[in-house]
């Protein structure tokens, strides 16, 4: 076999790739080219138009567009009323986001170990992580898997305690046949570029209760409303409002807005081909002696976000850090998803001890994410693979090939 590249073998893949990237069209450029034309570049008609498409995509009753992944877990966790000594259990292994807005309302999150097979938060650590300060539960669609629903729902009911999903990875997913989105009190969804859809910043929160729903308008715009039925002092006065409750300005504009109802139309595309690669992946590395594959549950209909590779540093004789640096050398630029939320340091500086979560922790010293996107093409996945083979070989601590230069 060729050596790899880093040892002087050729790059498996002639042009640097990275593990993400979005897709632009036309369609989604005149999308917004036409608004930047129009007479409303933020508060216009594009906002209820993406809604009503996002509650279609999802199933849910009522969709709230706001400017980012992570202000839609924040508004989320205020129409929640997470507040000063409140608990809210996550996961570990999630974008700081799922935890930043527990602390941003003055909550402490609490982190639960994972299923080290679906890398998805286990219901049996939520269950363990429940005290009365217990608010409301954040599992992370991880990858886009769902994550184990309805043990989790039912720990939920049975302690009264609120459901907010983050899928921020999970847009197109399927939960027993129902779409992510249409289940759970509140769903945050992201529209950042590395995600399935994008509006270069971007995020809606779904639910399907009315009282959530006003809460999360209320959050999204300085807790000021025009609705009479919610005013204090309520007059005729046209240019009449009141601030009733504190919100922030975490508005998407019509230009963004507009971008993600395109890329909502090519949503049913994007999510067949990225199945394509990661059946394609998971048949290559099933053979690789070396390398894991992300068990997948039979309940999730799953549209993955992230592929991840977990080394077998059991059979391999180098570490994640070296074979990370391998595939760079292939021209294959991965990353890793994620730190165990409580490593770092701020939430070090909170006392969180290192061994809070040891399957978490056990799991991010073996993980990478190679490429999955859209646009990626046979030829680079076959390229991806090939390079994943290459490595593992030599890596391998029983090595029965001879290398070429
Ligand atoms: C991307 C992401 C977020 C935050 O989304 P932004 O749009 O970047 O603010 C939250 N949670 C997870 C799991 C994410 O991957």
């Known amino acids: 076999m060729e050596k790899p590249a880093i040892f002087g073998g050729t790059p498996a893949c002639p042009s640097p790739i990275s593990y993400g990237k979005q897709y632009i ?18 508060c216009g008609p594009q906002i209820p138009a993406l809604e009503k498409k996002f509650c279609e995509v999802t199933g849910a009753k009522y969709a709230v567009a706001v400017n980012s992944g992570t202000a839609a877990l924040h508004i989320a966790c205020i ?30 999150p609490v982190f639960a170990d994972i299923n080290p097979e679906t ?15 217990t ?30 999903q983050d899928a921020a990875h999970a847009i197109g997913t399927r939960y027993k046949g129902k779409p992510i989105g249409s289940l759970a009190d509140m769903t945050c969804f992201s529209s950042h570029p590395v995600k399935t859809v994008t509006s270069g910043e971007g995020g809606v929160v ?25 005013m204090e002092h309520p007059t005729d006065d046209p240019w009449y409002y009141e601030m009733i409750s504190l919100g922030y300005n975490y508005r998407l504009t019509d230009m963004q807005a507009a971008l993600l109802s395109s ?7 994007f ?48 570490n994640r850090r070296q ?33 809070l979560c040891p399957k978490a922790e056990r799991l991010y010293e073996r993980i990478l994410s190679i490429p999955l996107y859209y646009s990626l093409t046979d030829e680079q996945v076959a390229e991806v693979i090939f390079a994943v083979k290459k490595i593992c070989a030599y890596y391998h601590s029983t090595p029965n090939i001879s290398f070429q230069s």
């Open 119 to 133: 890398y998805n938060i286990d219901p049996a650590a939520v269950k363990a992580c429940i005290t009365p300060r």
């Open 271 to 318: 999510v067949g081909r990225r199945k394509e690669i990661v059946k394609r992946y998971n048949e290559a590395f099933k053979n690789v002696d070396g390398v894991i594959i992300q068990k997948e549950i039979p309940e999730s209909d799953t549209t993955r976000h992230l592929y991840i590779l977990q080394l077998d540093l059991d059979v391999l004789t180098c």
């Open 323 to 355: 074979f990370f640096d391998a595939m760079a050398a292939e021209n294959i630029h991965c990353q890793v998803h994620y730190i165990p939320v409580y490593h770092l340091p701020y939430y070090q500086k909170q006392g969180y001890p290192i061994g």
């Open 25 to 42: 069209d036309e369609t989604d450029i005149q999308a917004v080219a036409d608004v930047m034309r129009s007479d409303f570049l933020t």
């Open 206 to 230: 779904t639910t399907n209760d009315e009282t959530l729903y006003q809460k999360l308008l209320l959050a999204r715009n300085h807790g000021i409303t025009r609705d009479k039925s919610q």
């Open 263 to 269: 890329q909502l139309d090519k949503l049913s595309a």
């Open 79 to 108: 129409a929640a009323g997470i507040g000063p000594g409140d608990e809210v259990v996550t996961s570990p292994i999630t974008f700081a986001a799922s935890a930043n807005c527990v602390s941003y309302c003055g909550g402490k």
């Open 135 to 164: 608010k409301a539960v954040i599992p992370v669609h991880y990858t886009g898997q769902a994550v184990a629903y309805d043990e989790i729902a039912e720990i939920c009911q049975k302690y009264g305690l609120l459901l907010i």
